[in-house]
């Protein structure tokens, strides 16, 4: 099973991104996903997470700023992210937990991707 993230980079403060996490892999059914993040210095924390049926759920730095969604189809996740402030630089994480085709149940990590917001 692999995570793929895409689609940070260098954004100005009030600007916007859209980050995107393709999941691929011998795959039964995927759960809960979510982006996780990381600044230097801070440890991991929770950004949003979605589950199956759509029930969302947000750090309260980011509510009323970013939205999660997913294409089960797919097997993606999305994270756009509005009104960008500084303090959102991290390094942007997405994570799921799924059942492979083994029927384990398990976590997987994407490899991150840097997210800076310049003042």
């Known amino acids: 099973v692999q995570l793929q993230a895409s689609g940070g980079g260098l954004v100005q403060a009030g600007g916007s991104l859209r980050l995107s996490c393709a999941v691929s892999?011998?795959?039964?059914?995927?759960?809960?996903m979510g982006w996780y993040r990381q600044a230097p210095g801070n440890q991991r924390e929770l950004v949003a997470t979605?589950?199956?049926?759509?029930?969302?759920n947000y750090a309260d730095p980011v509510k009323g700023r970013f939205t999660i969604s997913r294409d089960n189809d797919k097997k993606m996740v999305y994270l756009q992210m509005n009104a960008m402030r500084p303090e959102d630089t991290a390094v942007y994480y997405c994570?799921?937990?799924?059942?492979?085709?083994?029927?384990?149940?398990?976590?997987?990590w994407g490899q991150g991707t840097l997210v800076t917001v310049s003042s």
């Open positions: 979605i589950t199956i049926g759509g029930r969302t």
């Open positions: 892999g011998s795959i039964l059914s995927i759960n809960t």
């Open positions: 994570y799921t937990d799924l059942v492979e085709i083994n029927l384990r149940r398990t976590n997987y």
